[in-house]
């Protein structure tokens, strides 16, 4: 995969009290992961090539890709594919990278969610909603011991969106 034609479509940066080794273990382990992730499971072979997997709270497939680059405590980039083949195929493949950066007494964490493509507003006001919760969650767990629970859902504007694309809902 050329990931050179990918264009950030989605930036967000949060800085967490905690260390690079704690950040890693959060974003690559799936216990931990369960407690921010709204007990979603990510399953991640730390190889070039290797699984990428999140797993909904009763074991099903929710996403799948593969990781792209691997640099322990620094940077993690995988395809990001939810379980949405009609999706995929007219959307095309997400990379999602998490870049950790030692920052004073914390670290800095930015999230960049990339297309190879326009993705419109509309479309991507999912991860605008979506991300945001999971980071918020992730930094709380890290820097109290207690994730957050934010409720969610869709945005209508994405579901009008995909059904205008004539993407079925799964």
């Avoid at 699984?51 to 799948?64: C, E, F, N, Q």
């Avoid at 405590?73 to 395809?79: A, D, H, I, S, Y």
């Avoid at 509309?122 to 409720?151: C, F, H, N, Y």
């Amino acid at each position: 995969m050329n990931i050179e034609k990918f264009k950030p479509a989605i930036v967000y940066t949060i800085y967490v009290a905690s260390t690079p080794e704690k950040v890693w273990q959060a974003l690559t382990n799936a216990e931990y992961s369960r407690k921010y992730f709204s007990g979603n499971a990510v399953e991640v072979d730390l190889r070039i090539g290797g699984a990428y997997i999140v797993r909904t709270p009763d074991g099903a497939l929710h996403i799948s890709g593969e990781v792209i680059e691997c640099d322990p405590l620094r940077r993690l980039t995988v395809t990001f594919n939810v379980n949405w083949p009609q999706l995929i195929e007219k959307l095309g493949p997400t990379l999602v990278t998490y870049e950790i950066e030692p920052a004073g007494d914390g670290v800095k964490l930015t999230l960049l969610q990339s297309h190879d493509r326009v993705i419109s507003d509309d479309i991507l006001s999912g991860g605008r909603t979506g991300w945001p919760a999971i980071l918020s969650s992730l930094k709380s767990l890290l820097e109290t011991g207690q994730a957050m629970v934010i409720p969610m859902q869709p945005p209508v504007r994405m579901l009008a969106a995909l059904k205008e694309l004539g993407i079925p809902m799964p």
